[in-house]
């Protein structure tokens, strides 16, 4: 474990010096405006969507409503329309709307940056609960997703099955410092490197620290 714990800041930091070589990511681009609600809602849309989709039906939703009052108040068909492109939008629209109506109606249209008060809204899991916390109030946290699941099983830093379990383990093993970049850093690399098929382990700047590379080596002997 001692050797794993090493190699985190060999891998955080080589993955930092290596991110302006790909397109940020959707949740990067949208945490620049500094709304927790803009996260929170551009997270739900993004659940089973391409980030470029996410993006621009964000941006189409936001024009007509920004905050959880003008959202809350907005057509039903509204809201479907202009983020008939995400996966899902019908369900996406009626969750974003009572969100929104609670968040106005019982947190004075102040998102909570508590991962347990997030959760008590209907379709906010943990990773989504994790992301608000991380990109909206920059604080840390640890969200898992498809990516941060993989990589993190690949590298050796966690043997789990569930994203729940290992953000458990991340928690326990990742320094406290390291959690804001972890899932804006694998995101990315995981969409450009790592991928789930062919990932392209010759051009990884970690592969000295992976699990999975030094496996696929064995084997190649």
Same mark, same amino acid.
Not at 188 to 209: M, T
């Given at each position: 474990?001692?050797?794993? !714990?090493?190699?985190? +800041?060999?891998?955080? %930091? +080589?993955?930092?010096?290596?991110?302006?070589?790909?397109?940020?990511?959707?949740? !990067?681009?949208?945490?620049?405006?500094?709304?927790?609600?803009?996260? @929170?809602?551009?997270?739900?849309?993004?659940?089973?969507?391409?980030?470029?989709?996410? =993006?621009?039906?964000? =941006?189409?939703?936001?024009? @007509? +409503?920004?905050?959880?009052?003008?959202?809350? %108040?907005?057509?039903?068909?509204?809201?479907?329309?202009?983020? $008939?492109? #995400? %996966?899902?939008?019908? !369900?996406?629209?009626?969750?974003?709307?009572?969100?929104?109506?609670?968040?106005?109606?019982?947190?004075?249209?102040?998102?909570?940056?508590?991962?347990?008060? @997030?959760?008590?809204? &209907?379709?906010?899991?943990?990773?989504? +609960? &994790?992301?608000?916390?991380? $990109?909206?109030?920059?604080?840390?946290?640890?969200?898992?997703? !498809?990516?941060?699941h993989r990589i993190s099983n690949r590298l050796g830093w966690v043997n789990t099955k569930t994203p729940e379990k290992t953000e458990l383990a991340l928690r326990e093993l990742v320094p406290k410092k390291y959690w804001i970049?972890? &899932?804006?850093?694998?995101?990315?690399?995981?969409? %450009? #490197?790592?991928?789930?098929?062919?990932?392209?382990?010759?051009?990884?700047?970690?592969?000295? $620290?992976c699990d999975y590379y030094k496996g696929k080596s064995v084997m190649k002997r």
């Open positions: 474990m001692k050797r794993k !714990t090493d190699d985190v +800041a060999a891998v955080m %930091n +080589a993955l930092k010096k290596d991110r302006k070589k790909f397109t940020s990511t959707a949740m !990067t681009e949208i945490s620049e405006a500094d709304d927790p609600f803009k996260v @929170l809602v551009s997270c739900i849309l993004s659940l089973r969507t391409k980030d470029a989709t996410t =993006e621009k039906a964000s =941006e189409k939703l936001f024009k @007509l +409503a920004a905050t959880p009052k003008k959202l809350a %108040n907005l057509d039903i068909k509204k809201i479907r329309k202009a983020i $008939y492109s #995400v %996966n899902y939008y019908k !369900t996406k629209a009626r969750r974003i709307k009572q969100i929104s109506s609670e968040l106005a109606k019982k947190y004075s249209g102040k998102v909570p940056d508590n991962i347990d008060e @997030l959760m008590k809204f &209907n379709g906010v899991g943990r990773k989504t +609960a &994790n992301i608000v916390i991380v $990109y909206g109030f920059r604080k840390p946290g640890m969200p898992v997703d !498809t990516h941060v970049d972890v &899932n804006d850093l694998f995101v990315q690399f995981g969409q %450009n #490197v790592c991928r789930p098929i062919n990932p392209k382990c010759d051009a990884c700047p970690v592969s000295r $620290y």
